[in-house]
């Protein structure tokens, strides 16, 4: 589990004022000095990231954010970054150490409950506290949560903490990756070309969680580039049941696979396990929209140094300015990176997202929708120009 790619993590973040305890908390829960703690407000400066296995979570990103009651221009800049983790957060932690003035704590639970990201409320420093009982009671008077009673310091509570959490997660674990499309006993084919993308000795992500999906479920994999697809599919006994291509050949993959094999992409994959796929496919409809003023985003997950032949910097690109003129503007933005500002666009065609967990591809489309931009998918929107959308299969 420690090895687990941090997009298949639960991400825990722990929010909360200026020295409560949120570092001193991480550190108890993972049992590592992890962040740095200090008795001066203000320690954590930008959001600390810890993976690690919680029982009986399994794979957690733990996420230490800067308090929530920083101040002046650079506190001003470190609550944006603190606010900014809600777009990825799975469970949060709301910690207190005492009941005082919790206006900014309500506002604070009030918004989780919003984006429905479920909330542990934790009271720290409890080895320092006189009465406890009296302090819970006014949190709850104020809050309507009853805190977990924990102390970082002695690591009293921590067990009931990872309880609550886990409670708090329920069975949240996602379905398979080819969830309808593939089941026990099924020949499935990949087509993986390598290009100079892909990391030389090593498959890209989604064809790697593709395969251990698969194999959970006992299907025969067999995998070949697009240059041996033929030879590879006279070898079988049979048609495969399902193939699953590189978004980048899904025109010369769908010439030549047989009749009764279901087709889809990797990146058609992640829409339907990342992201909410209806509003990917209704967002490739405004491909049909674009005109030469156009403007339209690129928002690549990964941070990759861009090579020849990009998918998303070049290719998709590149396809849409030959069937609409080469006036088109495209922004490219990569990573964490993602404007505020959506409304400038007139589409916005994202990766896979096989770097990002579910809820920080949720919260984009969130985002995108609440603007009124439509979104879409490099593997639907590749399919959609190619004119064989209707042709692969959805997961």
Partial sequence: MNNAPQSLRRHIAIFGRRNVGKSSLLNALTGQQVAI???????????????????????????????FDDEGNIGELRNERTHRVLDQADLALLVMDQAQDLSLEKEWLNELRRLEIPTVA????????????????????????????????????????????????????????TAGLAKPGDIVMLVMPQDPQAPKGRLIL???????????????VVSCDVDSLEKSLDALHEPPALIITDSQVFAQVYEKKPEQSLLTSFSVLMAGTKGNIDVLIEGAKAIDRLTPQSRVLISEACTHAPMSEDIGREKIPRMIRKKFGNSITFDIHAG???PDDLQQYDLIVHCGACMFN????????????????????????IAHLQGILDKVSIP
């Avoid at 924990?150 to 509570?157: I, L, M, P």
């Avoid at 959490?165 to 398979?176: H, I, M, R």
């Avoid at 979104?375 to 639907?380: C, D, F, L, W």
């Fill in 206 to 220: 989604p064809q790697v969680q593709t395969i251990r999906d698969l194999l959970d479920k006992h299907c025969t």
């Fill in 358 to 381: 579910r809820r920080l591809m949720l919260s984009r489309i969130r985002r995108a929708q609440e603007q009124g931009v439509a979104i879409t998918n490099y593997g639907i929107a």
């Fill in 37 to 67: 703690v200090s008795p001066e407000a203000g320690t954590t400066t930008d959001p600390v990231n810890r993976a690690m296995e919680i029982l009986p979570l399994g794979p957690c990103l733990l996420i230490d954010t800067a308090g």
């Fill in 122 to 177: 934790v009271i720290n420093k409890t080895d320092s506290i006189c009465d406890i009982e009296s302090v819970v009671g006014q949190i709850y008077n104020a809050l309507s949560v009853t805190p977990i009673k924990v102390s970082a310091k002695n690591h009293s509570g921590i067990n009931d903490l990872r309880e609550a959490l886990a409670q708090a997660a329920g069975n949240d674990e996602g379905g398979s990756l």
């Fill in 336 to 338: 964490k990176d993602y």
